[in-house]
C-alpha cells in the first residue's frame, strides 16, 4: 500500500511557474512507476506526465511538452512536478499516482491515487 501527498498548487499569473510534490509513504518508492493527472471543472481526468522507477525514462501529454518537467528522488520518496510558463488552460486539480511496476503504465494502469492540490492560472 503507498499513500501519495501532493502539495505546492495555488494561484499564479500566466506565464508563472510552480512546482508541485508528492510525497509517498512506504519503503517500496522506487519500484513504482509515478505519473501526473489533472481534472479541470466539468472534464475528464487527463494525463500529464509520467516517469519510471529510475526517472530515467519520461513521458508527457502534448500539451505540456516543453513547459512541464516531471522527476523523482528516490531517497526523498517524492516525485516532482515543475510547470513553467503557465497557461489559463493548465487550471485543473493535478494529482500524483503510482504505478506497481518499474515501467511507465498506461492512462488506466495506475494502483494509487493523492487526493489532488489545486493549480490556478489566472490571464
Same mark, same amino acid.
Given at each position: 500500500q503507498v499513500q501519495l501527498v501532493e502539495s505546492g498548487g495555488g =494561484?499564479?499569473?500566466?506565464g508563472g511557474s510552480l512546482r508541485l510534490s508528492c510525497a509517498a509513504s512506504g519503503r517500496t518508492f522506487s519500484s513504482y512507476a509515478m505519473g501526473w493527472f489533472r481534472q479541470a471543472p466539468g472534464k475528464e481526468r487527463e494525463?500529464?506526465?509520467?516517469?519510471? *522507477?529510475? %526517472? %530515467?525514462? +519520461?513521458?508527457y501529454a502534448d500539451s505540456v511538452k516543453g513547459r512541464f518537467s516531471i522527476s523523482r528522488d528516490n531517497a526523498a520518496n517524492t516525485v516532482y512536478l515543475r510547470m513553467n510558463s503557465l497557461k489559463p488552460e493548465d +487550471?485543473?486539480? $493535478? $494529482?500524483?499516482?503510482?504505478?506497481? %511496476? =518499474?515501467?511507465?503504465?498506461? +492512462? *488506466? %494502469? $495506475?494502483?494509487y491515487w493523492g487526493q489532488g492540490t489545486q493549480v490556478t492560472v489566472s490571464s
Open positions: =494561484l499564479v499569473q500566466a494525463f500529464v506526465a509520467a516517469v519510471n *522507477w529510475s %526517472g %530515467g525514462v +519520461t513521458a +487550471t485543473a486539480v $493535478y $494529482y500524483c499516482a503510482a504505478h506497481k %511496476g =518499474l515501467n511507465i503504465a498506461p +492512462t *488506466w %494502469g $495506475y494502483d
